[in-house]
Structure formats: structure tokens, C-alpha cells
């Protein structure tokens, strides 16, 4: 089993910026992807980002591409999502998601996810 534990979500204005942070303990060396998924009030869950584990591979949803930052800690077994230029509708409970199986954009394709944290961005 994996645990994923995410920190550093709040309030910001429009324009600024937020890190989020993710621990992953347990069966980490299991694991080939970690990422993040968000989910709006009314709106259905969305992928935003993700990293493989060894070799630090990455994907981005088209709407946070030139915005967002993943990066991993192999050392720490963290993940990190840098967030900057942030708009209103980047408002979301955020999601840090793990898997034994490459990056999908699809939220079945990970096994482990975090209690989540919140995101508000204030115009």
C-alpha cells in the first residue's frame, strides 16, 4: 500500500502563485507515476499533471501547460506542483494521485490518491 498525504493548498490572488506538495510513504519503490488531479465545485474531476517516478517524464493538461510545474523528490519521496499565473478557475480541490502504471490522464489509471486540498483563487 501507498499513503499520500497533500500540503500547501489556500487562498491567492489572481496572478499569483502556489506550491502544493504531496508525501508518498509505504510501498513507494512500487511506483512508476505520481501526478495531480483537480475537481471543481459542480464540475467533474480533470487531470492536470503528472511525472514518472524514474526518469522524471511529464504531462500536462492543455489548460495549465506554460503554468504549472511538476517535479519529484526521489530522495524525499515527494511531489511537488508549482502553480503560477493563477486564475479563478484554477479553484479546485487538488488531488495528488499515484500508480504502479505509466502516466494516463485517465483518473482509473491510479490506484492511490490523497485526502486533497484545497485551492481558491480569489479575482
Known amino acids: 500500500q501507498v499513503q499520500l498525504v497533500e500540503s500547501g493548498g489556500g487562498l491567492v490572488q489572481a496572478g499569483g502563485s502556489l506550491r502544493l506538495d504531496c508525501a508518498a510513504s509505504?510501498?513507494?519503490?512500487?511506483?512508476?507515476?505520481m501526478g495531480w488531479f483537480r475537481q471543481a465545485p459542480g464540475k467533474e474531476r480533470e487531470f492536470v499533471a503528472a511525472?514518472?517516478?524514474?526518469?522524471?517524464?511529464?504531462s500536462y493538461a492543455d489548460s495549465v501547460k506554460g503554468r504549472f510545474t511538476i517535479s519529484r523528490d526521489n530522495a524525499k519521496n515527494t511531489v511537488s506542483l508549482q502553480m503560477t499565473s493563477l486564475k479563478p478557475e484554477d479553484t479546485a480541490v487538488y488531488y495528488c494521485?499515484?500508480?504502479?502504471?505509466?502516466?494516463?490522464?485517465?483518473?482509473?489509471?491510479?490506484?492511490?490518491w490523497g485526502q486533497g486540498t484545497q485551492v481558491t483563487v480569489s479575482s
Open positions: 511525472i514518472t517516478w524514474i526518469g522524471g517524464g511529464t
Open positions: 509505504g510501498r513507494t519503490f512500487t511506483l512508476y507515476a
Open positions: 494521485v499515484a500508480d504502479r502504471r505509466p502516466i494516463t490522464p485517465l483518473g482509473s489509471g491510479y490506484a492511490y
